[in-house]
């Protein structure tokens, strides 16, 4: 092969290490730190729990997707029951073994 040829692949094979070194670094970096774009869902999730935690008595607590996070009125529910209510939906893409761990805390 000529000396050219063996240089490319060289860089070729370096190149590629590095991309999977540079990916997997950024990776393991962020793993326990929210991005940019979840942020407002982990801050989501320190509100709500903040809110469940603060209730000692008996209470409803609703796990779902975003349906129910925009979609169910809580404080209906919390009028007409007389218990107190805690909406802990969040995000559709998220799953519910994952919710329902985050809510036994």
């Known amino acids: 092969m000529k000396k050219a040829t063996l240089l490319n692949i060289l860089f070729l094979i370096l190149g590629f290490g ?9 990776i393991v970096v962020h793993l326990n730190y929210p991005t940019r774009n979840s942020y407002w869902m982990e801050k989501l999730f320190q ?8 209730i000692e008595e008996q209470k409803i607590i609703f796990i779902a997707g975003s349906n129910i996070l925009w979609g169910l009125k809580t404080n209906l529910i919390e009028d007409y029951y007389n218990i107190p209510t805690v909406n802990m939906g969040i995000h559709a893409s998220l799953q519910i073994s994952y919710m329902l761990d985050r809510v036994k805390k």
């Open 18 to 26: 590095y991309m999977i070194f540079y990916y997997s670094a950024n």
């Open 47 to 54: 509100i709500k729990d903040a809110y469940a935690n603060s």
